[in-house]
Nanobody
């Protein structure tokens, strides 16, 4: 059974940092591109970042709103993908989800939620003073 579990969410002050983890079970997460999304109350799910399978270039993608502040990475030994979030802002407050794209690359439409095949349950991130 394919399962994704996010962890690492919490409450931080503006300017703080959090690292989210997305652990896979029931499948080899390393074989697929993985995306991070977020959804705030009353808003549509938004693509945050995507990472393709580990290759020499390790292509990564970011939404403009998080570029330069968030870093996506993967640990193939631990079957886990991470989202390091620095310089957090109140507008980053959302439930964050990881999702599996059943292919090895992200592509130019990586931010489209409908093409992802499996989703985790989400972890809450709150940025507030």
């Amino acid at each position: 059974q394919v399962q994704l579990v996010e962890s690492g969410g919490g409450s931080v002050q503006p300017g703080g940092s959090l690292r989210l983890s997305c652990a896979g079970s029931g499948f080899t997460l390393n074989n697929y591109a993985i995306g991070w999304f977020r959804q705030a109350p009353g808003k549509e799910r938004e693509g945050v970042s995507c990472i393709r399978i580990s290759t020499s270039d390790g292509s990564t993608y970011y939404a403009n709103s998080v570029k330069g502040r968030f870093t996506i990475s993967r640990d193939n030994v631990k079957n886990t993908v991470y989202l390091q979030m620095d310089s957090l802002k109140p507008e980053d407050t959302s439930v964050y989800y990881c999702a599996v794209l059943e292919r090895t690359w992200c592509g130019t439409t990586w931010f489209t939620a409908g093409q992802y095949d499996y989703w985790g349950q989400g972890t809450q991130v709150t940025v507030s003073s």
